[in-house]
């Protein structure tokens, strides 16, 4: 866990609750040795958007589901919210996250690169805040959602993650 990466992470006051919706985007499997490569995949989706069916508002998603804990290995998308019916672009595929309760957790950066205070964020959530929290994870996909204003290198920046509880 990367120590001397500042980023704050606060978990917000209420559960949300969302309905069912469908994400679409590039996605693949990783672990331990290959997750560094997660931005490739951002690379990907926003090389090819706006494609026909995806939602018009521009939020995109980082998705995480079969995840296994003892191996260390997850599933992974890149992806923006999508019509059921969308013909999606090469090499996309689609993934849909069903209705929930979400603990909600807001990362705000600190203006240098993502990927190493997403790494933080994440230490934090897992090993203290949820620990801390009591609730009951549920198992369900979690995701990042980055709103249409989400700008990587602007201090401040906020990136939100949903994890699914039990209620």
């Known amino acids: 866990m990367p120590d001397d990466v500042a980023v704050a992470v606060t978990r917000l006051p209420d559960l ?64 923006v919210g999508v019509a059921e019916d969308a013909a999606l672009p090469e090499g996309f595929a689609a993934k849909r996250i069903a209705a929930s309760r979400y603990a909600v957790f807001r990362i705000v950066l600190n203006g240098g690169a993502v990927h190493p205070q997403l790494k933080r964020a994440m230490a934090l959530i897992w090993g203290e805040l949820v620990p801390a929290s009591g609730l009951t994870v549920a198992d369900r996909p979690d995701f990042e959602r980055y709103d249409s204003e989400f700008a990587p290198t602007k201090k401040g920046a906020v990136i939100d993650f949903y994890l699914p509880v039990e209620v």
């Open 16 to 79: 949300v609750a969302l309905d069912a919706f469908a994400v679409a985007g590039p996605s693949a499997r990783f672990d331990e040795a290959n997750k560094a490569d997660i931005p490739q995949l951002w690379s990907k989706l926003m090389g090819a958007l706006p494609f026909k069916g995806q939602v018009p508002s521009w939020t995109t998603y980082g998705v995480v589901w079969n995840v296994d804990r003892a191996e260390g290995s997850f599933d992974y998308m890149a992806g």
